[in-house]
């Protein structure tokens, strides 16, 4: 140990900073909030020195996981809320992928003008995510809005997009649509790009169909540029407040999980902080299941990760 | 199996100006026959093969491969298998897979793919490694790996761009000897890229040299090594490359150093039927020869001795007119002379003097 010590100090010494600011704002957060789950912390019993208040809360053990997990709708519904939330990711994720895997390999090939249509494409990016959402929501907008002016144009019906039903929910997977292919199409572009060009023509001399050489070369060479992006979409997607807050406010009919911890923590007769975080602690349990689950499927596959 | 033939085939790049990747090129490959297209770098080897896989426009002409005309029929229809120089394997397959794929996507039935696979294997030696992903291969096996993806198909042409260009010498060499064999065996036609003048002499039944996208030569390697038919092929085949300077003209013979090269009949008459008085004299290093003193020949400077075992070449400078050129000899391997000594250097045989046109380059006995 000594010798060890004795050894290697310069690089201990050179990784402590980093440690103690990480312990400092990751962990120290992440404890206090995993510690709040365990006792009845709102805004009436958390120490506040405006009012020079001590703190009141107290330790209730796992009771504030029963109450969300009894699904209970005093506590946001919580397996209702949790399908929604899947049913939201994995539908912005899907046409992500797809939207930006097809735009990507439009543009990956010799058009004129190529460098204009990218950079149009990757303008949403470059909005502000509430100016983009205040846009769409003035176009969802069931009287004025261009959406319902078109579909009424073309004698489709025109619901109310933003109201209470399930509408809402669809008019906000198409915001977050918009605003996230940017980022797969340029993530998969640079996927496309790095394919070398012979395996095309190996594959064309071999008697490859077009759809062949999708399918035989394009897929498999963008399995780990796919595999990554579509779990950072899932993640970023699964925790996408803004948008669903921004365009539909607090529906219940696009109610997610981090948006119920939203409206748990800052609004309601009091601030509930122990069920907020008790969300919090549960998003963050279902990523890292996910997460696992998915980073052995694609071992499994002999992706190396 | 398939005969090939270019006719008149043109591939022009646009550009300004418009480059001539491939000018006009007339080739007749014959049935069973390994063809070897030989140039230096930028000569539109790679560009005439890619225009008969159908990767590549034809411009103008046609191209036809087994008396059909193919010029636009895209490279499914074909009928050819191709050996990339980066060999283009599928790195998310397996070997097998690989060498299967083409089969797979013609829809032949698992059972007779594996055994064709496995044939294929077995004649490359590459049993072992089918199971592997191309990533696990050394250079060597996946080259193995690239030629037995295009053997089980069972083509009627193989194309092949440089095949050998990423091993190492050793290997090359073997190699080489390999393909050559293999296609002895199969008799499949063989076009085969490459820019190494040995390769093209060992491999190939005959070599068409290329330069500038136009065909310089085409014929047997002997007789390419024996009679070129221009400065740029004489220059180009064999190695080291054949000694070529201008030198006046007699009516004896070429004048070089005090020393008039007696010269034969046809050539001279070539000479002076387009009345020239310079000449482009070409003399390969194997046919010169140190002489004694006492002899005539041209006076050499010995600037540099290179050992190659058996033999040794040297380079030396020898005056002709008021400069001074440069000239290689090989000789005896066992017997070089020194640096900066002076020998005689005399013509050995003159049989073997090869006479161009000092500025078309063209052979001027015919
Ligand atoms: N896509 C292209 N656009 C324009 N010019 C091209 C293109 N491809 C090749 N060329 C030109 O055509 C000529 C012939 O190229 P090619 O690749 O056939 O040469 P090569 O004989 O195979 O050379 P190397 O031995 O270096 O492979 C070169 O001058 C090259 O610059
Ligand atoms: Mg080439």
Redesign the pocket.
Known sequence: MRRFLDRHWYAYAMVLPVVVVVAVLVLYPLVQGVYFTFTDVNEATIANPVLDRPATYEFTGLRNYLNVLSGDSSYGAFWSTLVRTLIWTFGCVFFHYTIGLGLALLLNRQVRGRSLYRVALVLPWAVPAFISAFAWKYMFNAQYGIVNQVLRAVGLPDPVWLGQSDWALVAVVVVNVWLGVPFMMVALLGGLQSIPGDLYEAAEVDGATPWQRFRDITLPGLRSVSSTVVLLGVIWTFNMFAIVYLVAGPNPNTRILVTYAFERFFSGASRDYAVASTYGVLILSVLLVFASVYRRALREQGEVW | MAEVAYDSASRI?S?NPP?R??DQLNLDVADGEFLVLV??????????L?MLAGLEDVDEGAIKIGGKDVTNVPPKGRDIAMVF?SYALYPHMTVADNMGFALKLRGVDKGEIKNKVAEAAKMLDLTKYLDRKPKALSGGQRQRVAMGRAIVREPSVFLM??PLSNLDAKLRVETRANIAALQQRLGTTTIY?T?DQVEAMTMGHRVAV?KD?LLQQCDTPRNLYDRPANAFVAGFMGSPAMNLKTVPLTSEGAKLDGVVVPLSRAALGGASGESLSEVTFGIRPEALGIVPSSEAGMDMTVELVEELGADALVHGAVRIGDSSERFVVRVDGRTPPTLGQNVKVAVRDTSEIHLFHPETGNRLDG
């Open positions: 790049f550009g480059v990747a491939v140039g230096p770098s930028g000569s539109g080897k790679s560009t005439a890619r120089q761009d440089e890229v820019h290329l996208g």
